[in-house]
Nanobody, 123 residues
Framework: QVQLVESGGGLVQPGGSLRLSCAAS????????MGWYRQAPGKERELVAL???????HYADSVKGRFTISRDTGKTTVYLQMSSLKTEDTAVYYC?????????????????WGQGTLVTVSS
């Protein structure tokens, strides 16, 4: 069973920084993409940042220049470094992974979500 476990959320003042972590565990053949989404109260879940296995990145316009997504050398943990935080960044942040797992004599794709971690930006 593959799981994503997030950590690092909390309360921070506007202009501050936080780093979120997301660790994948279980039997994984390979990870295609890992990313972060967020959902603010009363709003739909939106993509924040995406990192492919080829190390290409994609950011939402609202976080470009402030957030950085990266992955550890073992490639099973993804980070989201958030700087210059604004009140509108307040949301539950979810980690997402698109990966391959063993299935029968081959593999199959699997999309996995973390449980979410709350980030509150407030003075």
């Amino acid at each position: 069973q593959v799981q994503l476990v997030e950590s690092g959320g909390g309360l921070v003042q506007p202009g501050g920084s936080l780093r979120l972590s997301c660790a994948a565990s279980g039997t994984i053949v390979s990870i295609n993409t890992m990313g972060w989404y967020r959902q603010a109260p009363g709003k739909e879940r939106e993509l924040v940042a995406l990192l492919s296995s080829g190390a290409s990145t994609h950011y939402a316009d609202s976080v470009k220049g402030r957030f950085t997504i990266s992955r550890d050398t073992g490639k099973t943990t993804v980070y989201l470094q958030m700087s210059s935080l604004k009140t509108e960044d307040t949301a539950v942040y979810y980690c997402n992974a698109d990966l391959l797992i063993p299935f029968m004599a081959s593999t199959r794709s699997l999309e996995v979500w973390g449980q979410g971690t709350l980030v509150t930006v407030s003075s």
